[in-house]
């Protein structure tokens, strides 16, 4: 009974990961859309399992016949296999070079389409660059320290770069040349250029180095470009991505880029918008505005959300009321962000979706007006200068002059900025010239309040002291 235990614990492990499956990313940020099992690996940092081949030199394509190129580049592809080891300058040095070499000649090979590249060709140079692009990415600093993230934006100096780029770097353009190229058959790049690939490439967004990320952000618009039957599939992929980053981890490196991949999928969206964008745009695009590092993606947001507006502008009352829902309360940066962001979206808005938000909207500029931190107080005066915005307010000023006037009085009696002193004075004497009999009306009525409110602060007053004196009588403490 022992020696069977024994034998049954050296049996070969399984034999359904084959030489010719590629090497998948181990922090997968989006879920896997096809009933595929996933593959996994024992070790922390998987290498590629790739064909032992001998760096040796090749000849250019310039220098032999047309019947022997086909050889030649199933060759090339197959040197450029192997990986060469980065983190030591001193190793591997001729290899690096020799492939360097061979990747420049592929580049210039597909670019210059100078022949149809059939299907082999094609198996080999997906192999290759799957090889080489899909691994796993380093820890980031915060993970390997146990410290925080930063929210800030990062410094370049600081920032972790790729060892492999030189090398990276032209696989990346092959790629790119590979998918626009007019020599290769679109039904069967479309075998390899499938769901796996594009969610092997969203895992790769996370990388800490931006070159690398700005090539990833080309070659998935290339593909969304060529590919439509990939596009309803990609859009998810992005979505999940952004679901991810929102309600779990909050820290992902290239939020960024797909939302600038995203500002061109919005700009081309047929009208009338479908329901499935609209539901985007609630359920992704307005809760990117919860986490903290919302500054490092800021401006491609606020253009996503401007473009929706624009194709629909039925979506203003959307945003709005969606800005509104994930207001900042103690992070003032945040705030100014918001104030910017909300005056772009003001710029494309009707009044008829304006007058249908106005009411908390201007509730929380007059907030906005009082702050304590003179740069949202400020950036809140600032909206004045928009002419659109000072006209949605003309047509509404009968219910939106108490709202605003309001904070402007209570600036220029308490505010302790300056600067701030002086802006409000300048909105209050635009109130007063759009309409001289309202503002004067909205004014006693403030000073009606006040004066009550100063009435029943002195009750109060009032009413302790008797209090007070009775409980001094009495030789009661009160305190």
Known sequence: MFNKIIKRGHRKGSKSVSNETFVTVNH??????ESQPP?????PQPSPIIPKYEIQNLPKFNDVPSSEKLNLFIKKTQLCCVLCDFNDPSKMTREKEIKHRNLQELVKFIQSDSGKINEQMQENLMRMISINIFRALPPAFHENTGSLPDVGEPDEEDAWLEPAWPHLQLVYEILLRYIVSNGADKKIAKRYIDHTFVLKLLDLFDTEDHREREYLKMVLHRIYGRFMSHRPFIRAGINNVFYRFIFETERHNGIGEL????GSIINGFALPMK???KLFLVRAMLPLHKPKCVALYHQQLTYCVVQFVEKDYELADTVIRGLLRYWPVTNCQKEVLFLGELEEVLDVTHPAEFQQCMGPLFRQIGRCLTSPHFQVAERALFLWNNEHMVDLIAQNRNLLFPLILNPLEKNLRSHWNQA???LTA?????????????FEECKRQYEEKEARAQELEEQRELIWKKLEAVAAGSGVMVS
């Open 275 to 277: 329901e499935e964008h």
């Open 28 to 33: 997968s940020s989006v879920a896997n859309f």
């Open 259 to 262: 939302l600038e991949i995203l």
């Open 420 to 422: 701030v002193h002086g």
């Open 39 to 43: 593959i996994l690996s024992p070790l």
């Open 426 to 438: 300048n909105v209050r004497r635009m109130f007063e010239e759009m309409d001289a009999h309202l």
